[in-house]
Structures are given as C-alpha cells and as structure tokens.
C-alpha cells in the first residue's frame, strides 16, 4: 500500500473534523471539465485554493490541469501538475503572458491515495514582486523552492486570470491533451484578495492540514469573478448543479461531459461512516503498471495482458466490510476478488494462487484461493455489478451478482454470518492487517472494471452491519502525530553553552551554561585538591555527560585517599557498563556498584 501522505487519513481517527467538505467531484481524465467566461476582474491580485486527490495515470494527460484560463490559440494560464520523465508531479503555476509568472515545485505531488490543499497566492503590486506575494502552498506550507527557471511578474503584471475570458476547471483547453483525472473539492477562487493558507485550512491537534470554513475571507473579496464551489449538490439527473457556486455572487460553472455520477463521498476529512478518504484503484502499485489504464479518478481500471489491479485503502482484519466492481468491458479470462493487505499483485493477475487471494473468474465462474478450487458460481460479463461481503468477524465470504447471492446463500445468512452457503469460509486468517479490493486478467485479453466501495450508490444496498471502505470506517491510528516520534533529537552548543534534552518544543527553564571536551589520547583531564569536607559520610555527585567511545574504560570521577589508594571510582567498563566504587582506608569497598 501506498500511504505516504498526511492526507491520505486527513482528519484522522476519532477526533471530528472542524469543517467538513459538503461535496467533491472527479474528473474522467478524458472529457470532464467546467467552464465559465469570466468577466475582467482586478488581474493584479487574486487567490485561487482547492483541495485535490490525483489520480496518478498512465493516461492520455502527462499534465494533469486544475485550472485555466486562455485568451485564444495556444496562450493560457494554467495550475497543473507536470508528470513528465524528470518532473516527477512538480505542481506549476505558469502564465504564457510574458511567461509570467513560471513556478514550479521541486517537491513531487504525485500520491495518488492521499488529498492535499493547493493554495495560489497572486499580488502583482509591489515594486518587485517575489515569493512573499506570488507563491504556491501546499498542506498550508508556502514553497519557496522552485526547479528551472523562476520567474515572477513585474510590478502589476497581469495572466490570463480573472480577465473576461473563458476558465476551465479540470482541463488546459489551449492543449486538448492536458486533461485533469482526480478529485477536487472546495474549489475557490478570490478576486482583489490576496489571502494566506489559513483563511482555507489549519492543523489539528495531529498536526495535519485540514479545511477550514472559508466563508469570512469569501466576504472580503470583490463580487466580480469571486466564487466558490462546493459541489454539495449533485442535482440529481441534474449535472449543471455541480458547478454551482454557493459565495453568493452567482459565477456559476458550466459542467461538460460530467453528470451527478461524477458526484463523490470522497473527502479530505472523515465524518460518520459515509465521508472520508475512499479506496480506489492505486495506480501506485508496484506491480504491472504499464499494462494498467486508469480514469474516472481511479475509479476504472483497464487490464491487459496477464495483469493485474488492487485498491489504495485496506479493511482491518476484524468488522464487516462491502464493496462492489462493475464488468465495463468483458474479452475472457477477467477476474474479480480481493487479496491480502501484505499481497502485491504480481504478473499473473488475480489469479487465486496465493493463501492470501481470492477471484471470481468470468467466463467460467470458477473460484480460486490459495491454488485450490472453490465452488463454481454464475459466469459474469460487462455490464455485470458483482457484490463482495467480507466479514472477519465470522471469518466468511459471500459474492453476489447483480443483487443475486451466489452459491445458494440469502441476504439474511449473510447478515447472520451463517456459513452455510458461504462461497469461502476459514480462509480470512491469510489476510492479516486486512484485505482489499483487486480485479484482472488473465492472459493477452483485456478487460475494463469498475470499483465502488461506498463513494456513490451501490447497485445493492449494503447489508445490514457491513462497511463501506474509507476512512471514516478504520480505527485511529497507534501514532497519530509522527512528528512526536520520529523527528531527531537535537543537542545544541555554542561552545559557550549546551542544550541537553528532549526539544520538542524547546521549553526548557533551565540551558546549562559551559561544557568541556575531553579527548582520552591527548590524556586531558582536570584536578583539584579538596579541602576539609564538613561531613565524609554524606556526599553527591552531579553532571551530564555525552560519550565519544563505547568498549573502552573511561574515569569520569576518581578521589583518591593520602596513602594514594582509591576512595572514589566513577568510570564506563569496557563492556559499557557503569561503575560507581568507593573504598575504606584499608582498601575495602565499602560501595561496589555496575549498572
């Protein structure tokens, strides 16, 4: 699995986001977008921020575009990604005015499991604008590090931005290849204003970016241009209702080859049981990329030639859990099924031969876990919605066909974990850490499927006590705040002073004042004859130490006695052990301690 940014759990485990997304959408890759003609805004100054998950694609677009605007011909002014060989998903913010500004991200955006906050800042007016007014954040942190050549506009230069000209969101149309395949959500653009990340987001006590309300910062800017799209509403049958824009100023968005199906659950944050950060295909799988086509957000997935497709999120090992793959296009040897959370798909395809791997076969029925033959079940093909209940709890596994439980099982057996009729049972012990949703085939054939773990209606409704796959649904992480665990742990010197401790964050009331270096081949050390000591038999010793050799013998601390025998002995053993000592004046150890 591919979990490696902080979005991908968003407003994580039990703690309840602050302000939740009412909608999102995604855009096929292919055709989807959303147009609107602007009217001529204040060019100098605006903001632009959205939330985005990528639908990292081996797709027709090696520049994925978020947003844009041209004046005619091949002149635009585009936020996009660029996933050609050497960008590696920089995120760009180009203008071919002047080609001003040009800035695009050393850091790679290209995950395509987690959401992320994209944040535009534009203010033309200063003398010499730099990265402290024309800059892109992400996650709430401006970046200030850009590859190639960087550029910034002159004092009140303007883009194709918040002009009278037409805006796409989703596609680049002065390039008809540049189409954007993922999700977006809380698209909002601010004419006049040129605001911060955190009139849009704001971290959790987790520290992790998540939305904010963005209504007040809405209201301080111009009318004009201004809006705010929440996609809350799927209209129905109704697709010009996703591009509404609910700021009030009515710059509503056109909405092109896209329809409520386009319509999401998918969020940056959890909320009950139905919003959240949802599976889908994981076009980050390591396994038989180059014959995997994905679109519709990750949703689709088109398999050639003996390969094979899994899913970016994993149940847990325990619950119930639901999910449904549609059969788009059927040429023999497709499978449907599930592997093991610890299983990536190799080059044969879902094809049943591991422990932790179960598949449905279409053209036969036949079922496969762990190279041994299950019951035949009804033969699928496209147009097919075949069901997956998967329930821990009872360790079983039931399959329907459009509504149609296989094997002689009913809908009350399989909310009763009854095992009767079950298509596997005994099995699910393979999958430890959980299991996810795969698809294939098998063979020079190519097949084309169809995942819905609850992010849209399911074509049969969910039994009664089983889960949708996002999550909302999966129990708070161990670590909540890596940064608590996994950052290192400073010491600082000046050589006046030193530092010592755990620093996070630096809070200490008290700094130690001086420290020495003792370097044993050079035989530094220091000495002092006491006086007469006030008591002999009460005494502390204090210091702080940080050691440069291990295995060896090392004093810290030796007394001796006028005789010249040893009263007191602090030293590291050659084993690292640690020895505190102290004799009589007849040479007996009246202390003899080893740590």
Same mark, same amino acid.
């Given at each position: 699995?591919?979990?490696?940014?902080?979005?991908?759990?968003?407003?994580?485990?039990?703690?309840?986001?602050?302000?939740?997304?009412?909608?999102?959408?995604?855009?096929?890759?292919?055709?989807?977008? &959303?147009?609107?003609?602007?009217?001529?805004?204040?060019?100098?100054?605006?903001?632009?921020?959205?939330?985005?998950?990528?639908?990292?694609?081996?797709?027709?677009?090696?520049?994925?575009?978020?947003?844009?605007?041209?004046?005619?011909?091949?002149?635009?002014?585009?936020?996009?990604?660029?996933?050609?060989?050497?960008?590696?998903?920089?995120?760009?913010?180009?203008?071919?005015?002047?080609?001003?500004?040009?800035?695009?991200?050393?850091?790679?955006?290209?995950?395509?499991?987690?959401?992320?906050?994209?944040?535009?800042?534009?203010?033309?007016?200063?003398?010499?604008?730099?990265?402290?007014?024309?800059?892109?954040?992400?996650?709430?942190?401006?970046?200030?590090?850009?590859?190639?050549?960087?550029?910034?506009?002159?004092?009140?230069?303007? /883009?194709?931005?918040?002009?009278?000209?037409?805006?796409?969101?989703?596609?680049?149309?002065?390039?008809?290849?540049?189409?954007?395949?993922?999700?977006?959500?809380?698209?909002?653009?601010?004419?006049?204003?040129?605001?911060?990340?955190?009139?849009?987001?704001?971290?959790?006590?987790?520290?992790?970016?998540?939305?904010?309300?963005?209504?007040?910062?809405?209201?301080?800017?111009?009318? /004009?241009?201004?809006?705010?799209?929440?996609?809350?509403?799927?209209?129905?049958?109704?697709?010009?209702?996703?591009?509404?824009?609910?700021?009030?100023?009515?710059?509503?968005?056109?909405?092109?080859?896209?329809?409520?199906?386009?319509?999401?659950?998918?969020?940056?944050?959890?909320?009950?049981?139905?919003?959240?950060?949802?599976?889908?295909?994981?076009?980050?799988?390591?396994?038989?990329?180059?014959?995997?086509?994905?679109?519709?957000?990750?949703?689709?997935?088109?398999?050639?030639?003996?390969?094979?497709?899994?899913?970016?999120?994993? /149940?847990?090992?325990?619950?119930?859990?639901?999910?449904?793959?549609?059969?788009?296009?059927?040429?023999?040897?497709?499978?449907?099924?599930?592997?093991?959370?610890?299983?990536?798909?190799?080059?044969? =395809?879902?094809?049943?031969?591991?422990?932790?791997?179960?598949?449905?076969?279409?053209?036969?029925?036949?079922?496969?876990?762990?190279?041994?033959?299950?019951?035949?079940?009804?033969?699928?093909?496209?147009?097919?919605?075949?069901?997956?209940?998967?329930?821990?709890?009872?360790?079983?596994?039931?399959?329907?066909?459009?509504?149609?439980?296989?094997?002689?099982?009913?809908?009350?057996?399989?909310?009763?974990?009854?095992?009767?009729?079950?298509?596997?049972?005994?099995?699910?012990?393979?999958?430890?850490?959980?299991?996810?949703?795969?698809?294939?085939?098998?063979?020079?054939?190519?097949?084309?499927?169809?995942?819905?773990?609850?992010?849209?209606?399911?074509?049969?409704?969910?039994?009664?006590?089983?889960?949708?796959?996002?999550?909302?649904?999966?129990?708070?992480?161990?670590?909540?705040?890596?940064?608590?665990?996994?950052?290192?742990?400073?010491?600082?010197?000046?050589?006046? =002073?030193?530092?010592?401790?755990?620093?996070?964050?630096?809070?200490?009331?008290?700094?130690?004042?001086?420290?020495? &270096?003792?370097?044993?081949?050079?035989?530094?050390?220091?000495?002092?004859?006491? =006086?007469?000591?006030?008591?002999?038999?009460?005494?502390?010793?204090?210091?702080?130490?940080?050691?440069?050799?291990?295995?060896?013998?090392?004093?810290?601390?030796?007394?001796?006695?006028?005789?010249?025998?040893?009263?007191?002995?602090?030293?590291?053993?050659?084993?690292?052990?640690?020895?505190?000592?102290?004799?009589?004046?007849?040479?007996?150890?009246?202390?003899?301690?080893?740590?």
């Amino acid at each position: 699995m591919v979990l490696s940014n902080s979005q991908w759990w968003a407003a994580s485990g039990e703690e309840a986001a602050g302000w939740v997304p009412k909608g999102a959408v995604w855009f096929d890759g292919v055709a989807d977008e &959303m147009t609107r003609t602007m009217s001529t805004g204040t060019e100098e100054v605006f903001t632009i921020s959205f939330w985005e998950k990528l639908a990292l694609a081996e797709s027709a677009s090696l520049y994925p575009t978020q947003f844009s605007a041209t004046s005619g011909g091949a002149a635009a002014s585009s936020i996009q990604h660029d996933m050609d060989s050497g960008s590696d998903g920089m995120l760009y913010f180009n203008s071919s005015v002047d080609n001003y500004p040009n800035l695009g991200t050393t850091a790679a955006f290209r995950d395509p499991t987690a959401w992320r906050h994209v944040f535009i800042a534009y203010d033309s007016t200063p003398a010499s604008p730099n990265v402290d007014n024309i800059y892109i954040a992400v996650n709430g942190v401006k970046i200030t590090d850009y590859r190639g050549l960087v550029r910034y506009s002159a004092q009140d230069g303007v /883009t194709d931005f918040n002009t009278a000209n037409v805006h796409y969101i989703g596609s680049r149309k002065s390039d008809a290849t540049q189409w954007f395949n993922g999700y977006l959500s809380e698209f909002v653009f601010l004419n006049g204003v040129a605001a911060v990340p955190s009139d849009f987001g704001e971290e959790n006590s987790d520290g992790v970016w998540i939305p904010k309300d963005p209504t007040d910062i809405i209201a301080t800017a111009s009318a /004009t241009n201004t809006f705010w799209l929440d996609f809350a509403d799927s209209g129905g049958t109704d697709a010009v209702n996703l591009g509404l824009d609910v700021s009030g100023n009515d710059n509503h968005f056109t909405p092109v080859s896209m329809s409520s199906a386009n319509w999401t659950y998918d969020r940056p944050v959890n909320s009950g049981s139905d919003t959240g950060n949802y599976c889908t295909w994981n076009a980050a799988a390591p396994e038989n990329q180059s014959a995997l086509t994905y679109t519709n957000g990750n949703l689709t997935v088109n398999c050639v030639n003996s390969s094979g497709a899994m899913g970016t999120v994993c /149940t847990t090992e325990t619950g119930k859990w639901y999910y449904e793959i549609t059969m788009d296009v059927d040429n023999t040897y497709g499978t449907v099924g599930l592997i093991g959370a610890a299983l990536n798909i190799q080059t044969g =395809g879902l094809d049943g031969n591991e422990a932790a791997e179960w598949m449905w076969q279409d053209s036969s029925g036949v079922t496969r876990n762990n190279s041994s033959a299950g019951p035949t079940l009804s033969t699928f093909t496209a147009g097919n919605v075949l069901g997956w209940a998967i329930d821990f709890d009872n360790d079983l596994i039931w399959c329907h066909k459009d509504g149609v439980w296989e094997n002689g099982a009913t809908l009350a057996e399989v909310v009763a974990g009854t095992s009767t009729n079950a298509v596997w049972s005994g099995t699910l012990a393979a999958a430890a850490g959980g299991i996810t949703p795969s698809a294939g085939c098998n063979g020079g054939t190519s097949s084309t499927f169809s995942l819905n773990c609850g992010q849209s209606a399911f074509n049969t409704a969910i039994p009664t006590g089983f889960k949708k796959i996002n999550t909302a649904n999966l129990p708070a992480p161990s670590i909540t705040k890596p940064s608590d665990h996994f950052l290192p742990i400073l010491y600082e010197g000046n050589g006046g =002073g030193q530092r010592v401790g755990n620093f996070i964050p630096f809070t200490d009331a008290y700094a130690v004042d001086d420290s020495a &270096m003792f370097i044993s081949g050079d035989s530094n050390y220091l000495t002092r004859t006491p =006086g007469t000591p006030s008591s002999s038999t009460v005494g502390t010793f204090s210091f702080w130490i940080k050691r440069g050799v291990l295995g060896a013998y090392q004093t810290l601390l030796q007394q001796d006695w006028p005789s010249g025998s040893e009263a007191v002995l602090c030293r590291f053993n050659s084993d690292d052990t640690f020895l505190f000592r102290m004799e009589d004046t007849d040479g007996y150890y009246v202390i003899d301690r080893s740590t």
